[in-house]
C-alpha cells in the first residue's frame, strides 16, 4: 500500500531550499504575498549565479492561461542555463490551479511538466486576491506535479501564534523587546498581512534606532502606524450600546474626516454587527474562533466583551438597519453621508429603547 505524502509546509520548504539542491518544479500559490516572496527569491538565488537573471531566468506573466505560448516555454524547459546553476522558468498567475482542467489541457499541462529537462526550475507563481476561492489541493495537475516530486505549497494567512513568534523574533534579532499588546495590534490594524505587519516593522525598527530605544510598546505602535479601525468601530459601538448619539457622532465624523469612504464605514459597522451576534450566541472565544469569524483569540475576546453590552435583539435590529441602509445608497434613495448619519442616530434610539424595555 503506497504511504501518502505530508503536504509540504513554508517551514519545510525554507528549510529544504537551505540544504538540498533545488527540484524541478515549484508551485507557491496562497493569500499570503509575503511568504510567496520570501520562497520565491530564495529560489531566485539558488537557482542564478548574481547578475545571469537577464541570461538564465525567463519570467511569464500572463493575464490568463491561454496567452502563455506553450511552445516556446516547451522550448524554454527543455534548454539549459547559459551560466547559473539552473535554468529557471517562471509562471506568474497562469490561474491553472483555480479551475478544474479538461483531459485535454490536463493531458498537454502534464506533458510540459514531463519535459522540464535536467537543470531547469519550473516555478509557478500563484498568488490568491482575498475574494478568490481557495485552490484544492487535489487539483489533478497539482497532484500530478507532486507525483513528479515537485513542490507544492499553500501559502495562506498565518494564525495569531504564528505571527506572534515572527514579530518576537524580528525584533529579538534586533535586540529589542515588544509587548504582547503592541503586537496583537499591529496583527489587527494590518488584518493579519505579514507583508504589510513587515512594512510597518521596517518603520517601527527606524525610529527605535534613531531614538535608542530597546522596547515597542501600543504608544509606539500608535503614533508611527495608520490607525486601527477596527478600534475606531468597536468605540463608535460602544457609544452606540450606550445610546451615546453625541458621541456615535463624533465617531463617525472622526472617521469621515480621515476620508473613509461611507460605505466603507457602514461594511465596518454590519460586519461587526453581525460578529457581535454571532459572538452573542457562542459565548466563548474558542467558539467564535470555530466558527470561522476570526483567526484571532484577541479580536475573540474582544467580540464577547463588547457583545455583552447587547441583547440578541438588539444585534439583530442593528444587522437589519444596516442592510436597510445599505438598499437605501445603492437604489439612490439617499446620499451614502446622510443615510449613515440616519443610520447612528436610528441605532442609537433604538439601543436607547431597547435598553429600557424590562
Not at 134 to 156: C, N, S, Y
Not at 255 to 261: F, G, I
Not at 287 to 305: C, D, E, H, P, R
Amino acid at each position: 500500500m503506497a504511504v501518502k505524502k505530508k503536504k509540504l509546509t513554508y517551514a519545510a520548504l525554507s528549510k529544504e531550499l537551505d540544504a538540498e539542491p533545488l527540484r524541478k518544479i515549484y508551485v507557491l500559490l496562497g493569500h499570503e504575498e509575503y511568504l510567496i516572496s520570501y520562497l520565491r527569491d530564495k529560489i531566485y538565488a539558488q537557482a542564478l549565479a548574481p547578475g545571469c537573471e537577464s541570461m538564465d531566468a525567463v519570467v511569464y506573466d500572463p493575464d490568463k492561461t491561454s496567452s502563455l505560448n506553450q511552445e516556446n516555454l516547451v522550448a524554454d524547459i527543455s534548454t539549459p542555463a547559459f551560466l547559473s546553476p539552473y535554468k529557471l522558468v517562471h509562471i506568474k498567475g497562469s490561474k491553472l490551479f483555480q479551475r478544474a482542467l479538461g483531459s485535454d489541457a490536463l493531458a498537454e499541462w502534464s506533458k510540459i511538466v514531463e519535459h522540464v529537462g535536467e537543470g531547469t526550475v519550473l516555478l509557478f507563481e500563484e498568488r490568491q486576491d482575498s475574494e478568490d476561492r481557495a485552490v484544492r489541493l487535489d487539483h489533478k495537475l497539482l497532484r500530478f506535479i507532486e507525483e513528479q516530486d515537485g513542490a507544492v505549497v499553500r501559502l495562506d494567512r498565518q494564525g495569531e501564534s504564528e505571527l506572534l513568534k515572527w514579530i518576537s523574533a524580528q525584533c529579538k534579532f534586533r535586540e529589542l523587546n515588544i509587548t504582547q499588546e503592541a503586537a496583537l495590534s499591529l496583527i489587527s490594524r494590518f488584518d493579519s498581512s505579514m507583508s504589510m505587519i513587515q512594512q510597518a516593522l521596517d518603520v517601527i525598527f527606524l525610529y527605535v534606532e534613531s531614538q535608542n530605544l530597546q522596547s515597542i510598546d501600543l504608544d509606539t505602535v500608535d503614533f508611527l502606524c495608520r490607525p486601527d479601525l477596527s478600534g475606531r468601530i468597536f468605540d463608535l459601538t460602544d457609544a452606540l450600546a450606550a445610546g451615546n448619539v453625541d458621541s456615535a457622532l463624533d465617531y463617525l465624523d472622526r472617521l469621515l474626516d480621515r476620508r473613509e469612504a461611507p460605505l466603507g464605514i457602514l461594511a465596518m459597522i454590519s460586519n461587526l454587527s453581525r460578529r457581535l451576534l454571532i459572538a452573542k450566541e457562542l459565548k466563548n472565544s474558542s467558539a467564535i474562533i470555530q466558527s470561522g469569524v476570526t483567526t484571532s483569540s484577541y479580536y475573540a475576546n474582544k467580540l464577547l466583551q463588547q457583545a455583552r453590552s447587547f441583547s440578541l435583539e438588539q444585534l439583530e435590529a442593528m444587522v437589519e438597519a444596516c442592510f436597510h441602509c445599505d438598499l437605501l445608497i445603492k437604489t439612490g434613495e439617499m446620499q451614502d453621508r446622510d443615510a449613515l448619519l440616519v443610520l447612528i442616530i436610528q441605532l442609537s434610539s433604538l439601543n436607547r429603547k431597547t435598553a429600557k424595555k424590562p
